[in-house]
């Protein structure tokens, strides 16, 4: 329900997919009002709360319980709207980790060719070190 927040119409602002309620205030501009708002404000009553969790208890105790059957099918459309939007966020977001995996094992790749190489340019230079220490006590 948090998701209707975001998506009011005739309001531009943070719209979009962020779901996380602890994320910072939306900033809102009503279209139909000259003055602005900002904080977390109810689309329906534009009353400025200080939370997205009060928002969201005020929009709970306040709007939803004024619910009739009129708005029914309207709220059932907008609920499959949020399902298919949020079965597409999830699909997205599986695409990008399966893709930041990918990246995370070949750079974990490249870091054990360059560990490897390390290691053979330390023992090459302790090889070099010692042959100059054995010619030098030869020649001494």
């Not at 139909?32 to 404000?41: D, K, L, P, R």
């Not at 709007?63 to 999830?90: C, F, M, P, W, Y």
Request: hydrophobic share 35%; proline share 2%; aromatic share 8%.
């Amino acid at each position: 329900k948090f998701r209707r927040f975001l998506r009011t119409p005739g309001r531009v602002g943070s719209q979009g997919s962020d779901l996380d309620s602890s994320a910072a205030p939306i900033n809102t501009v009503d279209v139909n009002n000259e003055s602005s708002s900002e904080g977390f404000i109810c689309p329906q009553c534009m009353k400025s709360l200080g939370s997205a969790d009060e928002l969201f208890k005020h929009y709970e105790a306040v709007h939803d319980a004024g619910n009739d059957s009129s708005q029914g099918g309207e709220a059932l459309a907008l609920k499959r709207d949020d399902i298919t939007l949020l079965r597409q966020e999830v699909q997205d977001l599986q695409a990008s980790l399966k893709e930041e995996k990918w990246y995370s094992e070949e750079l974990k790749k490249e870091l054990e060719k360059f560990q490897g190489l390390q290691q053979q340019v330390i023992l090459w230079c302790r090889l070099q070190m010692w042959l100059r220490f054995c010619v030098a006590v030869a020649v001494a």
